[in-house]
Nanobody
Framework: QVQLVESGGGLVQPGGSLRLSCVASGYTFGFYDMSWYRQAPGAERELVATITSDGGSTNYADSVKGRFSTSRDNAKNTLYLQMNSLKPEDTAVYYC?????????WGQGTQVTVSS
């Protein structure tokens, strides 16, 4: 079955960096666009970044533009989110997402906490 597994979250100080990974299985990863979302406590889930199936095009929320970068390795079925210059307002659970065979697929999420 389709599975997405995120990792790489943790506690980091403001200004620090983290790299999140999302390993996909159960479908042909390289055929599908992928996205990163995040959800802070008490807030709606919001779109952070998207990347096309071949990795040739990316888009970012204004709040992370210039600080976050998403990429993918289709040979490893893995999606990445490099997060630099982290701010306390980036604190959230981060999820990878793909619309596969007509359904939205989500991982279990990985917690990112930015605090001194």
């Amino acid at each position: 079955q389709v599975q997405l597994v995120e990792s790489g979250g943790g506690l980091v100080q403001p200004g620090g960096s983290l790299r999140l990974s999302c390993v996909a299985s159960g479908y042909t990863f390289g055929f599908y666009d992928m996205s990163w979302y995040r959800q802070a406590p008490g807030a709606e889930r919001e779109l952070v970044a998207t990347i096309t199936s071949d990795g040739g095009s990316t888009n970012y929320a204004d709040s992370v533009k210039g600080r976050f970068s998403t990429s993918r390795d289709n040979a490893k079925n893995t999606l990445y989110l490099q997060m630099n210059s982290l701010k306390p307002e980036d604190t959230a659970v981060y999820y990878c997402n793909a619309a596969v065979r007509g359904y939205q697929r989500w991982g279990q999420g990985t917690q990112v906490t930015v605090s001194s």
